[in-house]
């Protein structure tokens, strides 16, 4: 079913997470003893079924996606690959518009995978979901490597070095970054 799931991703133009990330996300989920997990950007559920094996059996992924057909094929994909229709819970909105809505510190973990110019808003509604221990994740922080190259950058990547520098100056987050796939920055929250 992933394979089916990167496929309809690469087929919108969207990138899905690579293999070694999506481990690393069933993994973090796992660690955590994941029931709640929102995720940022829902694409056509690659991470989402990464995350869901993750997860306890009674966990619910809430996932968050501006494009309600891409959440069509993540819905498809979920099912396909075994998961009842209860796991997942789809709602179709901007980040920063649906994630002030969910409750405080009611998630074991946060996935981040959408706007990189909203990467620091994003961090500050994971701390206000993430519950003491949780976990915030964002995918794709080494930005084919233009995070660590000088020169004049987007400002994609201005704001990825931001947030890369505000994870690390944080007193309330223990930060690491994983090498796989594009760059998954995590933190777990004191």
């Known amino acids: 079913m992933l394979h089916w799931a990167r496929e309809r991703a690469r087929e919108a133009g969207l990138r899905s997470v690579s293999p070694g990330t999506g481990a690393a996300l069933r993994l973090l989920a796992a660690t955590v003893d994941a029931k709640a997990v929102a995720e940022i950007g829902t694409g056509t559920g690659v991470s989402g079924i990464h995350l869901l094996h993750g997860m306890r059996p009674d966990g619910v992924l809430t996932t968050v996606d501006p494009e309600p057909e891409h959440q069509q094929f993540a819905r ?81 990547v201005l704001r990825l070095r931001e947030l890369l520098r505000t994870i690390r100056e944080s007193e309330e987050l223990i930060p690491s970054l994983l090498p796989v796939g594009d760059g998954l920055l995590c933190a777990v929250k004191r």
């Open 76 to 156: 498809q994909a979920f099912r396909a690959s075994g998961f009842a229709s209860n796991r997942a819970r789809f709602i179709p909105g901007r980040a920063l518009d649906v994630l002030p809505r969910l409750a405080d510190a009611g998630y074991d973990l946060v996935f981040c995978d959408g706007d990189r110019l909203e990467s620091l808003d994003y961090l500050a509604e994971s701390l206000r979901l993430l519950r003491s221990g949780g976990l915030v994740a964002f995918e794709g922080v080494f930005a084919n490597g233009r995070t660590v190259e000088s020169g004049p950058q987007p400002t994609e």
